[in-house]
């Protein structure tokens, strides 16, 4: 499936015969691996260094499988049929993917709301969520609005961004373990992030009638039945 843009049309900021070549270029898959690999460098260094400091608790054990699942998806991820061009999609992406970083890197360590046991449990719950996510999605992953193949068995079955849930999941366990006004505020911001980029997601996708069609059988963004 080849994206059409007409001459006369324009996509966010740019013109339509720009946006139509970076749509060639980026959708080749020597290019989409190298946008791969160096999009993840981040994300294996804060891997490396959760692993290096020790006090391998539940919570940090999870966060570790999680940066590992993500770093072998992306670099074994399908090349898309066609990626947003705007740039304001792109900034959003960029925003709230490494803004999950920040989180990481500058929650503070604030005073427990629940037992460790509660918290454990409930990084647990979100690290079941996102393996469970990950392997549905297989090789169809990315950080910006892109179109691979559709998924809609697994975890798609029962909600259309099951990783985000992950996210929110486990944000909740990281504000009972460690309240602070800083720390609500980094998840409310990113949780938030996430919801527009769903939605942002959803409104370049289902110009492909297939997801369109998907939306209408499955009407969950995060929790089943919910929202």
């Known amino acids: 499936m080849t994206p059409v843009i007409e001459d006369t049309q324009h996509v966010?900021?740019?013109?339509?015969?720009?946006?139509?070549?970076?749509t060639r270029i980026i959708t080749s898959p020597g290019v989409d691996r190298v946008v791969a690999i160096?999009?993840?460098?981040?994300?294996?260094?804060?891997t490396y260094l959760?692993?290096?400091?020790?006090?391998l608790n539940v919570p940090r054990i999870c966060s570790i499988i999680v940066g590992f699942l993500l770093i072998g998806t992306m670099v074994a991820r399908r090349a898309p049929v066609r990626v947003t061009?705007?740039?304001?999609?792109?900034?959003?992406?960029?925003?709230?993917?490494?803004?999950?970083?920040?989180?990481?890197?500058?929650?503070?360590?604030?005073?427990?709301?629940?037992?460790?046991?509660?918290?454990?449990t409930i990084a647990l719950l979100a690290l079941g969520i996102t393996v469970f996510a990950r392997f549905s999605l297989g090789r169809?992953?990315?950080?910006?609005?892109?179109?691979?193949?559709?998924?809609?068995?697994?975890?798609?079955?029962?909600?259309?961004?099951?990783?985000?849930?992950?996210?929110?999941?486990?944000?909740?366990?990281?504000?009972?373990?460690?309240?602070?006004?800083?720390?609500?505020?980094?998840?409310?911001?990113?949780?938030?992030?996430?919801?527009?980029?769903?939605?942002v997601e959803e409104n370049f996708l289902k110009s492909d009638p297939l997801y369109a069609e998907y939306m209408q059988l499955v009407r969950s963004r995060w929790v089943p039945g919910i929202a």
């Open 12 to 22: 966010g900021t740019l013109p339509a015969t720009t946006a139509w070549s970076f």
């Open 38 to 46: 160096v999009s993840i460098v981040p994300f294996a260094y804060l």
């Open 50 to 55: 959760r692993f290096a400091e020790g006090n």
């Open 85 to 120: 061009p705007n740039p304001w999609f792109w900034l959003l992406a960029f925003v709230a993917t490494y803004g999950t970083m920040g989180a990481a890197l500058f929650a503070q360590r604030g005073v427990p709301l629940a037992p460790a046991i509660v918290t454990s």
């Open 140 to 199: 169809n992953i990315g950080f910006v609005p892109a179109q691979r193949r559709l998924v809609t068995s697994g975890a798609y079955a029962y909600m259309r961004h099951p990783i985000y849930t992950g996210i929110f999941v486990g944000y909740m366990g990281l504000i009972l373990r460690a309240y602070s006004p800083l720390n609500v505020a980094m998840c409310s911001f990113i949780v938030a992030l996430f919801m527009i980029k769903s939605v």
